[in-house]
């Protein structure tokens, strides 16, 4: 699976856009973007994936670039709760296939 | 989306003793289940994978005989740290992907902080 590469953590005012990037340059034609976050001890929380069309769900909105070396998970109307370590995957949308955790950003919203 | 459970939510043991953690999908029969470990102010890192009825893959460096999975049926998958050290101490999180791979999504259970003594 391709590497991504994240700031390692990021402040946001609460109500506002949280806009996270993730570098993933040397991902393939068939590895799919994933995101997902953790809150502090609980276990992490599937946010949306894409391929090469944006994407978005009640939770965010995901942007991939055209050559799709990068993306951007935007959370439109950042709230205290969505403080969490946020972590971009690359992988293969195969059966069976594992998701490997890179070191994620921290995303701390403030009031 | 589907519930994955686990059990306990933490457990606080002796050295030298064996812990079993249990992790199920609730709504959903998984044909794959995954455990993962995360130590303090680190990420996730990827133990071993589960396939139901078969034995488990391990990751490198994972010492198998020392943390034992067992997937017996479509919705549970348990591991056993066995001879628990200090250094087993940890966060442990595991997932399971629908057998019906409609999605192959993972879904993560809340985890289990293990504490040992």
């Known amino acids: 699976d391709a590497k991504t590469t994240q700031p390692p953590s990021m402040d946001c005012a609460e109500g506002r856009a949280a806009n996270l990037p993730c570098n993933h340059s040397?991902?393939?034609?068939?590895?799919?973007v994933y995101w997902y976050r953790q809150i502090h001890s609980q276990g992490p929380q599937y946010i949306i994936h894409?391929?090469?069309n944006n994407e978005t769900n009640e939770m965010a909105s995901l942007i991939i670039t055209e050559d799709r070396k990068s993306s951007t998970l935007i959370l439109p109307h950042a709230t205290l709760r969505d403080t969490a370590v946020y972590y971009c995957?690359?992988?293969?949308?195969?059966?069976?296939?594992?998701?490997?955790f890179g070191g994620g950003t921290r995303v701390l919203v403030k009031p | 989306g589907a519930v994955v459970s686990q059990h306990p939510s933490w457990v606080i043991c002796k050295s030298g003793t064996s812990v079993k953690i249990e992790c199920r999908s609730l709504?959903?029969?998984?044909?794959?289940m995954f455990w993962y470990r995360q130590f303090p102010k680190q990420s996730l890192m990827l133990m071993a994978t589960?396939?139901?009825?078969?034995?488990?893959?391990?990751e490198q460096g994972v010492e198998k005989d020392k943390f034992l999975i067992n997937h017996a049926s479509l919705t549970l998958s348990t591991l056993t740290v066995t001879s628990a050290h200090p250094e087993d101490s940890s966060f442990y999180i595991c997932?399971?992907?629908?057998?019906?791979?409609?999605?192959?999504?993972?879904?993560f259970g809340p985890g289990t902080r293990l504490t040992v003594l």
């Open positions: 997932s399971a992907r629908e057998s019906a791979g409609l999605s192959n999504e993972q879904f």
């Open positions: 709504d959903f029969q998984a044909t794959t």
């Open positions: 040397t991902i393939s034609g068939n590895e799919y």
């Open positions: 894409g391929l090469k």
């Open positions: 589960s396939n139901e009825g078969s034995k488990a893959t391990y």
């Open positions: 995957i690359v992988r293969v949308r195969a059966a069976g296939n594992k998701l490997t």
